[in-house]
């Protein structure tokens, strides 16, 4: 049984309109951390400022490792309530 | 203590009466606070005619329920609800329920301003409004 070595990515409100893209998967090979990921799917766009990020849906900072099966996302400051 | 997403207009009293009649705090609890946000029609000057709010699903529950288990460990209250909507929504759409209940007042009161400030700066959900010309999303308040 394998599975496959990758890293699934979600974009969220603002972000998702300023990347053009909702979800994304990347190979986890060459992923060292959340930054890494986020140049991979989205081909090197410059991140903006005040993202907020998250790893298997806890936050955490750009330099946060990851691993195969992670699940990754990026999204501006979130305005509920 | 529970935590609900609702993708259709709610009535946040009948939410904190429903759960108070199910709860297992009869006879114990002096004090209800609860706070409700609604949605008003102008917003940075401007009128607003309907809103969309998105979540992450998924993360928007568990951290929902992590700074109700936060409040719990903080403050000797007896149970809390949060509801909270999502989707499109109309001014005068109730958009949050923070309901929290004690044994006294104090710990009600602190506590459902801690659920709403954390819900506020850490919970995963984004408000776009419509305008009359253009839609916009709604930056980050301090």
């Keep these: 049984m394998t599975t496959k070595a990758v890293i699934t990515v979600k974009f969220f409100a603002s972000l998702r309109e300023h990347v053009g893209q909702t979800e994304a998967e990347v190979a986890e090979s060459g992923m060292k951390s959340v ?6 799917a989205t081909n090197n766009m410059a991140l903006p ?15 946060c490792t990851v ?11 979130v305005t509920g309530g | 203590m529970l935590v609900e997403i609702k993708d259709a207009p709610f009535e946040p009293y ?11 705090f009869a006879g114990k609890y002096g004090a209800t606070a609860a706070f409700v946000g609604t949605m008003r029609e102008f917003n940075q000057g401007d009128d607003v005619e309907a809103m969309l709010l998105e979540h992450y699903p998924g993360m928007t529950e568990k951290y929902l329920e992590k700074i109700s288990a936060e409040a719990a ?4 209250i007896l149970d809390s609800l949060i509801v909270h909507r999502i989707g499109e929504m109309l001014p005068n759409d109730p958009i949050v329920l ?8 104090a710990e009600a009161f602190d506590a459902s301003r801690y659920l709403m400030e954390e819900l506020k700066s850490r919970a995963p959900f984004w408000k776009k409004e419509r305008l009359a010309e253009q839609t916009r999303w709604v930056e980050k308040k301090t």
Excluded: I
């Design chain 1, 35 to 40: 930054a890494d990921v986020w140049s991979q």
């Design chain 1, 49 to 63: 400022e005040n993202t907020l990020m998250a790893v298997n849906m806890e936050y955490v900072d750009s330099s």
């Design chain 1, 67 to 77: 691993k195969a099966g992670d699940e990754v996302a990026f999204f501006p400051p």
């Design chain 2, 14 to 24: 009948q939410c904190l009466l429903d759960y108070q009649a199910n709860a297992g």
């Design chain 2, 73 to 76: 460990t903080k403050w000797n």
């Design chain 2, 98 to 105: 923070v309901a929290v209940w004690s044994a006294h007042r």
